[in-house]
């Protein structure tokens, strides 16, 4: 947090605002005083000339937009203008106003491959990743196959019933009309049968991101060559299969919910990469899809059983609102340091061998047993190359969150009660720590 002093210059008839140092990610710096505020390291003056009081600026405009207009009390935020009343702070506006612009990121699109795409491309992007194209034909074949999927554990003649009544709406269902133009259903279709892109989610925001596919495969097997995992001579599913079949049925779990965690379907995993946008060069974070995998139920179940033992140290941060109550709070002297710092790549990082220790530490031999053989199980394919995890756990997994929780507090407990100096606070949020330092910067 950047704490960089703010001078007001009292000369006659003048508020002058002088400021130094970096904008937050708004560019946009609130002072002590309502109604002035930085813009982009830009000094803002109030006119104090009678019945006037104008806000003038001069020079460049952050990437929100944001300007001056000769009106009392009034400026400009993405071409809209924004009036102040009595209620009303600049931070309060110009937060809220911000906040409504962002939703409007989760349809940018964002080209970073090589190739110059159609207008009518990229407005079929503009409607988001996760738009749905009606159907030319209802695909009655999979929604049977899923309806058997989803009444498998039921009583017979609860099945017969639902089947029966699926039948009548399935019978009784016509195709919808097409929710996209002419003109956009070729764009849709020139951008499936494009195999010199891939389309993705961007890792924050929700952009659609372009990349050339040969790109991106670069920079995934970039990242399978680091040393955390190991190419596999055939398909694991079978043998992981049997494992978790069986660590189900001797476990002490109700014979209900066995029948609902032991796997029926073999789907291996898969591995892509969410580009980080924000970061220089792209780089990718990993993401294994483990739905429908032999462990992903299991791991849920796990997940759920675990939860309750997270967040119960004085460093836990829920989120970033339960962070800014706490600092609201606190009081800062003036030699005081605070400190961010975040660990890098958390979840390949995480030991697996003491993280199944700590789980073995923290709850009963049963759950524990479960755990590891979800962790131990980590495997999923991309190109059609098979792959195990051998370090970290897998960003994907429902488990995984929870064990990089139950790891962090074990590790910071443990360094913490090793060094003799302690902070003053030590907040944690997963792997983006925040801490307040008050023994000077040479001892930091």
């Excluded at 780089?283 to 997270?310: H, Q």
């Excluded at 074990?410 to 307040?436: C, G, H, M, Q």
Aim: glycine content about 4%; proline content about 6%; aromatic content about 6%.
């Amino acid at each position: 947090m950047d704490t960089a002093p703010i001078q007001i210059d009292s000369s006659p008839n003048v508020n002058r605002i002088n400021y130094k140092g970096s904008m937050n990610t708004h560019g946009v710096r609130v002072t002590v005083q309502e109604q002035s505020f930085i813009l982009n390291n830009t000094p803002f003056k109030f006119d104090s000339s009678p019945g006037v009081n104008r806000i003038n600026c001069k020079g460049s405009m952050n990437t929100h937009g944001i300007k001056e207009i000769a009106q009392e009390k009034c400026f400009i935020l993405n071409n809209t203008p924004i009036q102040l009343d009595s209620c009303n702070t600049i931070s309060q506006v110009v937060n809220k106003t911000i906040n409504k612009d962002e939703s409007k990121l989760k349809k940018k699109v964002v080209n970073l491959s090589s190739q110059v795409l159609e207008p009518e491309v990229i407005n079929v992007l503009r409607k988001g990743l996760g738009f749905a194209v009606t159907p030319k034909n209802l695909p009655f074949e999979n929604m049977i196959c899923n309806i058997e999927d989803g009444i498998n554990n039921l009583p017979l003649e609860d099945k017969e019933a639902l089947r029966q009544e699926c039948s009548l709406i399935m019978r009784k269902a016509k195709t919808p009309k097409s929710n996209l133009s002419k003109a956009e259903q070729k764009a849709f279709k020139s951008l499936r049968n494009n195999e010199k892109i891939v389309v993705l989610k961007a890792d924050k925001g929700g952009a659609a991101v372009i990349l050339d596919k040969e790109d991106y495969i670069f920079k995934m097997n970039e990242h399978l060559n680091c040393g955390s995992y190991k190419k596999l001579n055939k398909n694991p599913i079978p043998k992981i299969m049997k494992e978790v079949k069986k660590a189900i049925s001797e476990s002490s779990i109700d014979d209900k919910l066995k029948k609902k965690l032991i796997p029926s379907s073999q789907c291996i995993p898969r591995i892509y990469g969410l580009p980080k946008i924000h970061k220089d060069g792209v780089p990718l974070r990993p993401i294994v899809n483990t739905i429908g995998s032999p462990t992903y139920e299991l791991a849920k179940y796990v997940a759920k059983v675990l939860k309750p033992l997270v967040g119960n140290t004085d460093s836990f941060i829920k989120d970033s609102h339960d962070f800014v109550n706490l600092i609201k709070k606190e009081k800062l002297e003036r030699d005081d340091i605070l400190v961010s710092f975040d660990v890098v790549s958390l979840f390949t990082k995480i030991p697996l061998e003491e993280s199944i220790q700590v789980i073995k530490e923290v709850t009963d031999p049963g759950t524990a047993r479960l755990a590891e053989i979800c962790l131990r199980s980590t495997v999923f394919t991309f190109q059609g190359t098979y792959y195990e995890q051998t370090s970290g756990v897998a960003m994907g997994s429902p488990l995984s969150p929870i064990m990089a929780n139950l790891y962090m507090e074990y590790f910071e407990k443990k360094d913490l009660e090793s060094y003799p100096l302690k902070p003053a606070w030590w907040k944690r949020f997963v792997n983006d720590t925040n801490i307040k330092w008050t023994h000077g910067k040479a001892e930091l």
